[in-house]
């Protein structure tokens, strides 16, 4: 490993901040706060590591013993740096450590993201093989963007089982095993309002609420739970239902649905 490693891993210049856009809609209220401070009117400032360097150096130990491979991280990227420390919690995200043999499949037995990892098998690039000590690839890795295309794959199936747009206002949808013709609209956004408080005047948000037929309550821009729900149901959180109608097994057959 190169000596000035962990320079190229940590220090280069920071990203953008964080929370940009809300820490301005907070200094161009002027019916908020009279004082703001730093992080809170200009956003926190995000790390920015490279860990490409750090996990080529990985890869390109695949077959030496792991033990060897760590002595040579610690000699280069001091643990008792705050630092430098940092670049030693990145190093499981690229290969898995404390692995174990169960049932036939390999496992990692470190507890990562509050889950125990044994009960899924392993997610990193490279492990440790248990009955040998050497750094090995892991064959059944897949990338998070491979995963990400996979499950939205998934979900393009899933919702096209359950979902067809007929235009722009009419859709079919399958609820409780049955076929409706639903037609939605879109929710009305936010207003700003003027209001006088103690003889000031004041601008407020002011949000009005839609009943919809298929979730049976009144619903708003205000919630998000209501926004997920819709989303999940008319493919937007804008929509609500306005009427249903269930439709006919001839209907059905002629939309080819199931």
Known sequence: MREDMYKVIVERPRRRKDGYAAAARLRKDFDGPTRLGMRAGYGYRDLNENLAPLRRFLHAQIGRP???????????????????????QHIRDFIAIDVDIREGRLVDLAARRGLLLSDFGIFQE???????????????????????????????????TRRRIMDERTQLLLLDNVWFRVEVDVLPKERLVEVVVDGQPHRRAQVESRYDVVLRRSISRVKMADLEQC??????????????????????????LR
């Open 231 to 256: 989303k999940h149901l008319y493919g937007s959180a804008d929509h609500y239902a306005v009427s249903k109608l269930q439709i006919s097994t001839r209907e059905i057959k002629a939309y080819r």
């Open 66 to 88: 792991w033990n060897k491979v760590f002595s040579e991280i610690c000699a280069g990227i001091d643990r008792r740096n705050t630092v430098q420390q940092h670049i030693h």
């Open 126 to 160: 490279l492990y440790v093989d248990p009955r040998t000590g050497l750094i090995r690839p892991n064959k059944t890795y897949r990338s998070w963007r491979h995963s990400v295309a996979q499950r939205a794959q998934r979900e393009q199936l899933e919702i096209a």
